[in-house]
């Protein structure tokens, strides 16, 4: 749309004077010159449109009764009823709160360890050496949280499990699938596992492109190591850390739900339970569709408005900086 | 690639100008040491079930250290997840896996170049809004229960095109893939159209083949998220020769441990070495295809970084 304008400006600029209908046919003749790149488009806008518009359209569930025979444009409205029953449950709230603590925990455990290790990998010398710790630390990204369960449960296995036998011979007796806080910790650290060596491609993409010439500078100016660190290496990466940053607070209310489901039991419900779960418990295993989607949308509100919220603080924060 | 090629050549010339300081020497040792046991920790869960696939129950629960080693091979696990009248019928669901992967795979990758060679094109009217309408996705969603809804509204439960027709894109790829296109040589296209080529034309015998390394990388993207989604099965489907393996794995960890455990007392119903068998099966492919993946994943993935 920008490009067409600009073009528009450029041909008065030269003095040539466009009547209003003319621009308008010249509009329709470039659409339809481009034809052919609109309609290779519209299979997918099409599919958009059915499956991820029109649930859009279906969030106004969260406003109605659901009734199976009349549909969710039949359904009656109750206005902010299924709001005011959610807000009412207990259940819920620690479904949030424990959304809201797991991925903090997890941000603040695996932010600064994935750039630690995405330096660490970029300082490795021996290029066969650096493609085998790539390849190892990259692979659990690719394996589903049900495989990483499995694992889970194995490694934890009370009779055979060498994780628990050996946090046993320490005299710590594990119970990660029955004791809340445990289990959070097994959240962040199995999350941590299985996520920490992927998030370091896009750090080590941006340590690639630090020149070398400040670190021989440093070097001949008699800087360390950590100094560095702290006055070449990072603030370099500060672009790239505010971007990570800003998606990851801009998902801290939702997600979680295969590694969750995977893991938990009713056990850990008070700590381990997270809206994902929690709306699909209520949604799909009680059948109760309407209280579903307001839990759904809520959830899709407060994360966009973390998003956006986030979007601002670092536009400020890079504004600042410059 | 030529930005990377540029950079070795650098970091080359560096090492001669480094001073090797013995502090640097002993520094880089115990880095390399520290990340050859972040290698480890990545691979120790694997390797021990993969072991432990091959061994007896008893074998397993007598042998609780951090190295196992088979007293005995056997691969009664395997053989009882295959039998054609088990319950897990692991034979039937991979070739399942196989083909929803494989139909997945085609049609999401068509859909998803042909829409992101749609949104490269320069000057086109209206650009601007189809972009937003694709990322509008991204961030906003109807939520599990209208989808639940669509889904059987659409008479697609209980059927196997309900694990392929939905999922049509991703629209992060799409943007990988849109910027690949976006930083494609227009010179090329200008050439061909000069010589006559028509845009259908341009696309397929130039375009297309010159892209083989990033519709490579999405295309693995997709076969692997295809290969691991289980929730999709979960959902909509109840017929158990529909079942993919993912999900039939699902339920064999989940029906032999972590749910409806009883003060830390773990109920087992499916041995062990019968679950790490269906884990194994379910694994190799993905192990497999995975050097192809590195090959070309940094790549694609960095692409997409770029543009944000």
Known sequence: ?322 | MEAMARTNVKRGKTTSLRRTRLGRKVGRAINSGLLFLVAMTMLYPFIQIFLKSFMTDTDIINQGGFFVWPNTWQIEGYKSIFEADSVYNVGHAFLISVFVTAATTIYQLTITTLAAYGLSKRFLPGKKFFYAFFIFTMYFGGGLIPYFILIRQLGLLNQIWVLIIPQFISVPNLLVMKSFFDNFPSEVIEAAKVDGCSNWRTFISIVLPLSKAVLATIALFIAVGVWNNWFTTMLFIQDPDLRPLAYVVQVIIDMSVGRNTQDGQTVQLIGKSIQYAAIIVSTVPIVLVYPFLQKYFEKGVMIGSIKG
């Open chain 1, 1 to 322: 749309m920008k490009s067409f304008l600009g073009k528009k400006n450029q041909e008065s600029n030269n003095g040539v004077r466009i009547a209003p209908r003319s621009r308008a046919a010249k509009l329709g003749k470039n659409i339809w010159d481009n034809r052919f790149f609109y309609l290779i488009m519209i299979p997918a806008i099409i599919l958009l449109l059915i499956f991820a518009y029109e649930p859009m359209y279906g969030v106004i569930l969260a406003f109605k009764r659901y009734s199976f025979k009349l549909g969710i444009t039949g359904s009656p409205w109750v206005g902010f009823k299924n709001f005011n029953e959610l807000f009412e449950q207990e259940e819920f709230w620690n479904a949030f709160r424990n959304t809201f603590v797991i991925n903090l925990l997890k941000l603040v455990v695996s932010f600064p360890l994935t750039i630690i290790l995405a330096v660490q990998i970029n300082a490795i010398r021996s290029k066969v050496y650096k493609t085998f710790v790539q390849t190892c630390v990259y692979l659990p990204h690719f394996v589903s949280w049900v495989v990483v369960a499995g694992l889970i449960f194995s490694l934890f296995d009370e009779s055979s499990g060498p994780i628990y036998n050996f946090l046993l011979s320490l005299g710590i007796k594990t119970n990660v699938f029955g004791d809340g806080n445990q289990f959070v910790a097994l959240l962040v650290l199995s999350d941590l596992w299985k996520e920490v060596g992927w998030g370091t491609i896009i750090y080590l993409a941006a340590l690639s492109n630090i020149s070398t010439e400040y670190y021989e500078a440093a070097d001949v100016d008699g800087a360390n190591i950590v100094q560095q660190f702290f006055h070449i290496t990072l603030p370099e990466l500060l672009p790239t850390m505010s971007i990570v940053l800003l998606l990851r607070v801009g998902s801290l209310i939702g997600g979680g739900f295969d590694q969750i489901y995977n893991l938990y039991n009713s056990q850990v419900y008070d700590k381990g339970d997270v809206i994902d779960t929690y709306l699909y418990r209520i949604g799909i295993g009680d059948g109760n569709f309407a209280l579903g989607t307001a839990a759904g949308l809520f959830e899709s509100l407060a994360n966009l408005v973390l998003l956006i919220g986030a979007g601002v603080v670092i536009g400020r924060i890079k504004k600042k900086v410059e």
